[in-house]
């Protein structure tokens, strides 16, 4: 059934080396710690001090201190020198007063017993072995998005979680925040009625991140072997400073699948995740097809910048499109970036603007309400919350949902990187409905307002994949199934599940 794109309209027309033979060996079972008493202080570090690590996980974790007077930021780790007092050790005195421990390594904070949360801001390659390591060492884990670089990993912190009887968060804001929480409630509760799509839009501007003739030389104050540690140490490509106007270490390595996801495992896995949650479906579903490219500019990134991924689930189904060239909108003019979710019901749609702001619309596309409220610090206060008690069970984001949006993003990029550039002809023909093939006439349209055609840059379709739980089967399993995971670089090796 074709299902008319007057929500989607609606949503855009709306605002808003040092270690290399270090032992990395499983730590030792340390149980369930009991919970913490209202005035014991929780003490927490932080690994990663670039944007996420600095600007949102010690902000908040110091707000919540000064609030509450019992979380303390005790450590912070980084490989990169500068970044270590600059934005950990500097930022948490100049607020406290305090010093906090500084590490290039992780792993020497997991052996401090004092230490009870740590909390996970490093690239995509390390969220899940950091993570692994400090649930074996006894220690609560919030953990970035995606949790995982690979479906396997994810599902190992989860094990690992389940083992060791910690609570692990994942940073999907939306799962707190009220703007989208309520929304979501409203969709599962039946208010627009029988719902069986969501559309997930990640409408994000990422321009070339550039290419140069020789390869990247990291500067003496990072440690090159402790930023790498388990993806392949292969030559870098991209320019010194990367598109945000620092060293690209630190942020370009999202378009890179050795050590990132592209958007859709980037900003997109916020809005996978609230398609699958409101949705109310668990698993990886049936099948999952990909098609797109990197297309626009040549560059260092390996990532598509345009991709449309369609997860089916029996009778629903999610259909994710990831645009990294300039937005328009229906009239043809820049609109600047969206992002959000559309959930076509019987009696109407649900749309969520922004991690705090979403709209129930009738059959008529009319305004029934909006609603809206929500921060990210409400997100570290549930975790705190819920460490201070003890209780996995007050996780608003438990590691379990969060693996599971993670693998979608993951099984995305499989289903493309098994893909082949085609023509448009091809890629119609592996369109079901019309709602498909609406999507991929859209897409054809945005890679046009940006001067692209898909003639001179064909796309790349990949093949449709079946899935059974969390391993593929049918035609091309075996290369689908290897993808699950990675080869580890010696000795950041992850632990099986034997070994936890």
Request: proline share 5%.
């Amino acid at each position: 059934m074709s299902l008319p794109n007057s929500s989607r309209r609606s949503f855009l027309q709306t605002a808003s080396v040092a270690a290399a033979a270090a032992s990395v060996a499983p730590y030792a079972a340390f149980g369930a710690r009991a919970p913490k008493g209202p005035n014991e202080t929780i003490r927490v570090a932080v690994l990663g001090l670039r944007n996420r690590g600095s600007q949102s996980h010690i902000a908040s974790y110091l707000r919540a201190g000064e609030r509450d007077g019992n979380v303390e930021v005790a450590a912070v780790v980084d490989p990169d020198a500068a970044l270590l007092q600059t934005h950990g050790v500097k930022k948490v005195q100049d607020k406290t007063g305090k010093k906090p421990a500084a590490y290039a390594d992780y792993r020497k904070v997991l052996d401090d017993d004092s230490i009870d949360v740590i909390s996970v801001a490093t690239p995509n390659h390390w969220h899940a072995l950091q993570s692994i390591h400090a649930i074996q060492a006894g220690k609560d884990v919030y953990v970035e998005k995606p949790v995982s670089h690979n479906v396997v990993e994810g599902r190992r912190i989860v094990q690992a979680a389940r083992k060791y009887g910690k609570l692990c968060q994942y940073g999907a804001q939306c799962r707190t925040m009220k703007g989208t929480r309520e929304m979501v409630e409203a969709v599962l509760n039946g208010e627009i009625g029988e719902v069986k799509l969501a559309r997930g839009l990640c409408y994000k501007r990422r321009p070339s991140i550039g290419k140069q003739s020789a390869p990247l030389q990291f500067p003496k104050q990072l440690d090159r072997n402790l930023w790498v540690g388990p993806a392949a140490d292969e030559p870098i490509y991209r320019p010194e400073k990367s598109t945000a106007g620092i060293y690209n270490p630190h942020y370009d390595w999202h378009w890179d699948f050795n050590t990132g996801n592209g958007d859709l495992g980037n900003q997109g896995i916020h809005q996978m995740d609230v398609c699958r949650w409101g949705l109310g479906v668990d698993g990886l579903g049936d099948s999952v097809i990909s098609y797109g490219g990197r297309l626009g500019y040549e560059d260092a990134g390996n990532t598509p910048n345009t991709q449309v991924s369609v997860h089916d689930y029996g009778d629903k189904r999610i259909i994710f499109e990831t645009r990294g060239l300039e937005i328009h909108g229906p009239d043809g003019r820049k609109t600047g970036n969206r992002i959000g979710v559309v959930f076509y019901g019987t009696e109407g749609t649900a749309i969520q603007h922004g991690y705090g702001s979403s709209s129930i619309m009738d059959p008529d596309g009319k305004l029934v309400r909006n609603i809206k409220g929500g921060s990210d610090q409400d997100h570290y206060d549930n975790f705190l919350d819920a460490v201070r008690a003890g209780d996995a069970s007050q996780l608003t984001a438990d590691i379990e949902d969060g693996h599971l949006s993670s693998a979608l993003c993951h099984l995305g990029n499989i289903s493309y990187l098994l893909g082949e550039q085609t023509t448009l002809e091809e890629i119609a023909a592996a369109q079901r409905d019309a709602t498909e093939r609406e999507t991929l006439a859209d897409t054809v349209e945005h890679l046009k307002q940006n001067g692209v055609t898909v003639a001179s840059s064909p796309m790349r379709l990949g093949p449709q994949l079946s899935l059974a739980g969390e391993t593929f089967t049918g035609p091309r399993a075996d290369e689908a199934n290897s993808l699950l995971t990675r080869e580890y670089r010696a000795p950041f090796l992850l632990p099986s599940e034997s070994e936890l």
